[in-house]
């Protein structure tokens, strides 16, 4: 990648790029309005018109820790240890990532959002900033370091519920402090908690009456444009990531835009229908066993927040409608961040990046939320780039992963990639190269605590198929999306299929990169 230089009012802009990596939390890969769907993202559906988008995208796990320690180490997920939820990232491991690699190369490293790194207590000096007993003991000014970035305007989880509440300071960060300013004492909290109804019959969603402009996407929002109008004039190049907690759920999108999308025209899925008999034994054993948490409230709330119960059609056209209101919330946001480059005159030197952690089911299969049943609602990615050299209206289908971040920006910082890390650089592909990968991979260690099973689930998908072999009891899916699209039919065991099954087994074992010896402890 070429390093290149703009004058403007004749004054040398940084000739190394800026970099800016948005991310949304729980986001399917397909709910963006250039996928076709009835749902109004114009601002993403613009960036993927001047851009270029991945159609084959996947998460390296299906879950928020794993997955985005994997964003920022471009390690898979039984490399840099974080094997599942509530398994701290190691912050010599963080601290290696592209964040401070890249801030030793002289750019401005900064996070705005949800990080969901862990509460390791040696983060800082003064704890974790993610846990919520450790972070009644940081300053109320504290803003960073942590993990590799500089500048850390963060929230902890930033989605609540009874038993996880908005910390009240001064417990908390920047944002728990400017969430409880507002209002009359506890009227944010409240208010969020309020339908303003007609309260729907789908579980976990409401009209929640919290003001938009007390809502956790405008504050996310309101700090990347406080971050960029302050590096307008910056001689240095920046890289931040700016990471929206929504539209995970619970699903309480607030007005207006939970009205945008009404549940009798959303499009909900096609395959709204439970089948366990005819998949593999841990589907059914995931959604029924007994989560066996460490802690009381940590089995209540895997049982009672991460488990979602059969709704009736109605029931998901509701939640859909507001899942979609969430994502249009933060489209908004990310239309005012282009706009703000476009006025600061960074957009020429900016590579732009949306994606998400991962996917939600939303439906499919019956199922919702997130689970160990990779299916594509919840492996799959959204991922759109725009930027200098990158081609517009462009769809590359080659698999890739969000672990290839990291190569990809120490390629765009002219660093060299560590020998160490997984990650493949998608800089040739965004310079309009035609590149060929074969394969991505996702990886998920999963502890009993959360659906009462262990499982160590190895997925490998291609353009056209995807496996997942469970290693422990030797049981997988097959299945061949060129044929079968919406995954109704697993062919692990149908003979028709041994060829296609032998050769993304072997893909299995060919992983590559060092699998830690001693996985850190699992915390819940």
Avoid at 60 to 72: E, F, G
Avoid at 202 to 223: D, G, N, R
């Amino acid at each position: 990648v070429t390093a290149f230089q703009i004058i403007k009012g004749g004054k040398a802009i940084a000739d190394k790029p800026n970099i800016l990596l948005i991310t949304s939390d729980q986001h399917r890969w397909d709910c963006y309005g250039f996928e076709g769907r009835n749902i109004k993202t114009p601002h993403l559906d613009s960036l993927a018109a001047n851009g270029t988008r991945f159609s084959n995208a996947i998460t390296p796990n299906l879950v928020c820790q794993p997955a985005r320690a994997s964003i920022l180490t471009g390690m898979l997920p039984l490399t840099h240890g974080v094997y599942d939820n509530h398994v701290s990232l190691d912050p010599a491991v963080g601290e290696a990532g592209w964040a401070r690699g890249l801030a030793n190369a002289g750019y401005n490293s900064a996070f705005i959002g949800k990080p969901h790194f862990g509460v390791n207590p040696n983060n800082t000096p003064y704890g974790a900033p993610e846990s919520r007993s450790d972070s009644a003991a940081f300053p109320d000014d504290w803003a960073g370091p942590y993990m590799g970035f500089d500048l850390a305007k963060i929230m902890i989880l930033g989605h609540w519920h009874d038993l996880l509440p908005c910390e009240e300071p001064p417990r908390g960060q920047t944002f728990e402090r400017w969430f409880w300013g507002h209002g009359k004492p506890g009227e944010a909290w409240r208010l969020w908690a309020e339908d303003a109804g007609p309260t729907p019959e789908a579980a976990q969603t409401w009209f929640s009456k919290l003001p938009a402009e007390w809502h956790s996407t405008t504050w996310v929002t309101e700090c990347t444009l406080d971050f960029l109008g302050q590096h307008a004039d910056e001689a240095e190049p920046f890289c931040a990531w700016v990471s929206y907690p929504d539209p995970h759920h619970p699903f309480d999108c607030p007005e207006p835009w939970s009205r945008l999308h009404h549940e009798d025209d959303v499009d909900i899925s096609r395959t709204h229908e439970r089948d366990l008999d005819k998949r593999p034994w841990w589907h059914r054993a995931a959604l029924e066993n007994t989560p066996q948490a460490k802690h009381e409230y940590e089995r209540i709330l895997r049982q009672e927040y991460s488990r979602i119960a059969p709704q009736t059609d109605r029931q998901l056209a509701q939640m859909t409608a507001n899942y979609y209101g969430q994502i249009a919330f933060i489209d908004h946001g990310v239309g005012q961040i282009l706009q703000k480059l476009e006025e600061t005159g960074l957009a020429d030197n900016t590579y732009v990046v949306f994606t998400s952690d991962h996917g939600d089911f939303m439906g499919d299969h019956g199922l919702y939320l997130k689970g160990p049943t990779p299916y594509d609602g919840a492996l799959k990615l959204g991922m759109i780039v725009k930027g200098p050299g990158v081609p517009a209206d462009r769809v590359v289908a080659e698999p890739v992963s969000s672990v290839d971040f990291a190569a990809t920006f120490y390629d765009w910082a002219g660093q060299e990639t560590p020998d160490n890390i997984q990650s493949e650089s998608l800089a040739g592909m965004l310079a309009g190269h035609e590149e060929a990968r074969h394969v991505a991979y996702s990886e998920w260690h999963q502890q009993s605590s959360r659906t009462g099973v262990e499982l160590n689930l190895r997925t490998v998908r291609t353009k056209t198929a995807k496996l997942t072999l469970e290693l422990i009891s030797g049981e997988g899916e097959l299945y061949n999306l060129l044929d079968d699209p919406d995954e109704m039919v697993n062919r692990f065991n149908d003979p028709g299929a041994a060829a296609l099954k032998k050769e993304l087994t072997d893909m299995i074992r060919a992983r590559p990169g060092s699998i830690m010896e001693e996985m850190p402890e699992h915390e819940a």
